[in-house]
């Protein structure tokens, strides 16, 4: 294990409970992240929200590979947007600390993968900006899942994309989003789903830089991870 790249992952920072404790302030993310990055053969790190630019370099230094994971919303404030309706609530700290983190790896040419959240950070960080309400565009919901629950989506990959090379032409994939990438200027569309949603970004050129819309980490195709840990192992 001590050749295999070091994979951070970005995780909530929010009010949760657990044994005898009530709205504890804590960092987390849903395990299936850290055992997918693991099942692929990365050894996956937990970060935290950072406090400041300086910091969000700092643990970029150290690491292989970069992984920005689903999440709340973004602030629709830096895309240019007022929120809508359904956007009640956004983290400024995590919003802040991941834009960072993107930049920072930019810098050092790591490889990035992003899921859901991700995708739109990713998108939005380069200047892009997002559909903020999928069902006032589609009339339907599906993409939403449920409470504790995800939807499904069948995706067509577009042939020639690096994502091509890592999973199905065809996938039908889970997903949990009531938005969607809009633009996404620096990235190609990689995947779109039978509604015409973009699915899937990336930049060209010989670096990884892959985002999903959907939450492969629930799933049993690590091709992405693989993709993400196999890039991290080559740029050491």
């Not at 949760?16 to 790190?45: E, T």
């Not at 956007?87 to 991941?98: G, I, K, N, T």
């Not at 973009?198 to 992405?224: C, M, N, Y």
Request: hydrophobic share 45%; charged share 20%.
């Amino acid at each position: 294990m001590s050749e295999a790249p070091l994979i951070g992952i970005t995780t909530y920072r929010q009010d949760a409970d657990w044994a005898h404790w009530r709205r504890v302030p804590a960092d987390l993310l849903p395990a299936a992240y850290a055992r997918s990055v693991a099942a692929a053969g990365g050894v996956p790190v937990l970060i935290p929200p950072q406090e400041s630019a300086e910091a969000a370099r700092a643990v970029v230094g150290r690491l292989d590979g970069l992984l920005i994971a689903g999440g709340a919303d973004i602030n629709p404030a830096r895309y240019g947007q007022e929120p809508h309706p359904s956007v009640e609530l956004w983290y400024e700290d995590r919003d802040a600390s991941e834009f960072w983190l993107l930049e920072s790896a930019d810098v050092r040419g790591l490889p990035v993968l992003g899921i859901c959240r991700g995708m739109q950070l990713m998108a939005v960080a380069a200047g892009g900006s997002l559909v903020q309400h999928l069902p006032d565009q589609l009339g339907h919901d599906e993409h939403g899942g449920g409470d504790n629950a995800y939807g499904t989506v069948r995706v067509a990959v577009e042939a020639g994309r690096r994502l091509a090379g890592l999973i199905a032409s065809e996938v039908v994939a889970p997903c949990h989003h009531h938005q969607a990438v809009a633009e996404h200027p620096g990235y190609l569309a990689a995947a779109k789903d039978d509604d015409g949603v973009l699915q899937a970004i990336e930049k060209p050129g010989e670096r990884f830089v892959l985002a999903v819309q959907w939450h492969p980490e629930t799933d049993s195709d690590l091709g992405v991870f693989t993709g993400l840990v196999d890039a991290a192992r080559g740029s050491r």
